[in-house]
């Protein structure tokens, strides 16, 4: 018989051992890093992308906040500027809020049960006004505070009550639901409290309306509006107004009274401290 070949050395055994081990280790090292990095990629490919920026509103009211779309805010704030131009209290705000709210959530509706329209679902068969007029904010907000004015001692009756007796309407208790947001909503808007209207944008707004802001400004706010000093809550009133209005106009700040609204952040900050004047920014005119 031949010889047995000679046996290798431990040591080199070992070594070779120690390689296909350490070889082992390295190739798991790798499959664990390449899955590692799949699910990474996994994960971003699964993570949706952020949400844009929800164009809208806020009143603030102790721990209650109450959302209003930009057309509900801008609806609201007319609905508020002519209470106050035709010099009625705060309490006329509340009511007429509560009654749009209940009859078309603040929205301007061109439909209605019958011939119901607008704001209020007034009827122009019932000596409202003529279908154009009762879907104008402006003349609408004015035929129900002029009709709230005539019934007896309004001002001291619970908000339903007196919506009520301007409304006429099939649900005489609707209104009632309404009075805590409607009365949050006044407080804000009439300037009982400071920069209570937030709103935010999308993207900044643009000025291409051809409708002048002075005049319409006018003729929902009434006269002394921008350029000379107010009184707090009349200050409040105007600027919150600005502020609901501001993609109708390219409204892109609004101060008043040490606050700054910017429509970049859609928040208030600190400004010009003590200043009496309701100031604006607006975007370039561009063709609409």
Same mark, same amino acid.
């Given at each position: ?214 005049? =319409?400004?006018? @003729?929902? &706010?009434?006269? +002394?509006?921008? *350029?000379?000093?107010?009184? #707090? /809550?009349? %200050? ?10 501001? =993609?109708?106009? @390219?409204? &892109?700040?609004? +101060?008043?009274? *040490?606050?700054?609204?910017? #429509? /970049?952040? %859609? ?22």
């Amino acid at each position: 018989m031949p010889p047995a070949p000679p046996s290798r050395p431990a040591r080199t055994r070992r070594v070779r051992r120690a390689r296909r081990t350490g070889l082992r280790v390295a190739i798991a090292g790798v499959a664990v890093v390449a899955l590692a990095g799949a699910v990474v990629g996994l994960k971003v490919l699964l993570t949706p992308p952020a949400p844009p920026i929800a164009a809208g509103c806020a009143v603030r009211s102790g721990s209650l906040t109450f959302d209003l779309s930009l057309d509900q805010a801008a609806n609201a704030t007319t609905i508020t500027a002519v209470g106050k131009r035709l010099g009625l209290p705060d309490h006329a705000v509340t009511v007429a809020l509560a009654a749009a709210l209940q009859e078309s959530q603040l929205h301007n509706l061109d439909y209605g049960d019958q011939d119901s329209l607008g704001l209020f679902q007034q009827r122009p068969s019932q000596g409202w006004g003529t279908a154009a007029q009762v879907t104008t904010p402006r003349y609408a907000a004015a035929a129900f505070f002029e009709h709230l004015a005539a019934v007896p001692n309004w001002e001291n009756l619970p908000v339903t009550v007196a919506a009520q007796s301007v409304q006429r309407s099939g649900a005489p208790t609707a209104y009632a639901q309404w009075q805590t947001e409607a009365r949050a909503l006044a407080i804000a808007l009439t300037g009982e409290i400071p920069a209570g209207l937030r709103c935010q944008y999308p993207s900044l707004p643009t000025n291409t309306t051809a409708v002048s802001l002075a005049d =319409t400004m006018t @003729g929902e &706010l009434g006269g +002394s509006t921008l *350029g000379v000093a107010l009184p #707090a /809550a009349r %200050g409040w009133t105007v600027a919150t107004w600005l502020v609901g209005h501001a =993609t109708e106009f @390219g409204i &892109l700040t609004v +101060s008043f009274d *040490g606050q700054v609204w910017s #429509a /970049a952040t %859609g928040t208030w900050a600190t400004g010009a401290v003590g200043d009496p004047v309701v100031r604006i920014t607006r975007a370039p005119a561009t063709p609409g």
